[in-house]
């Protein structure tokens, strides 16, 4: 039997890419801060087309989706201003936080990635050739 190659699911993305990239937080969502420094972040959802009576009185709906978040990942989302990169926002947890900058590198990352996958940001590529105004 002869083995079928296996597909790249890598992504041809270099550090260097991720680093220069800028989160930029839903600016449908709204925030309510917590009193142990985190916070509420709730982001508007469409009514799914197939929720309608009688179904809709059988399925609970709810119009936002909430995600709480502690204090540590309330300022990593206060720091997604739409002007940092995510090198810049690695640099400033580090410095916060007393860790090294690949320590800090991997939770922040990590964490990025989680808020974009949940709708609380999203990051968008910096161009090499594009200079920022």
């Avoid at 296996?6 to 801060?33: C, F, G, W, Y």
Wanted: proline residues 7%; charged residues 25%; contains cysteine.
């Amino acid at each position: 039997m002869s083995r079928k190659p296996r597909k790249k699911t890598q992504r041809n993305e270099s550090p260097d890419v991720v680093l220069r990239a800028v989160p930029h937080r839903n600016e449908a969502m709204e925030i309510t801060d917590r009193p142990d420094g985190g916070l509420v972040a709730s982001i508007p959802m469409r009514r799914p087309k197939f929720l309608v009576p009688p179904i809709s009185w059988l399925l609970p709906y709810s119009s936002h989706r909430r995600v709480q978040l502690d204090a540590l990942g309330a300022g990593v989302l206060r720091m997604c201003d739409g002007k940092s990169t995510v090198e810049t926002l690695i640099e400033r947890f580090a410095s916060l936080h007393k860790l090294t900058f690949r320590e800090a590198q991997i939770s922040v990352t990590q964490f990025l990635r989680q808020m974009a996958q949940r709708g609380l940001v999203a990051i968008i590529g910096k161009n090499r050739d594009v200079e920022s105004l």
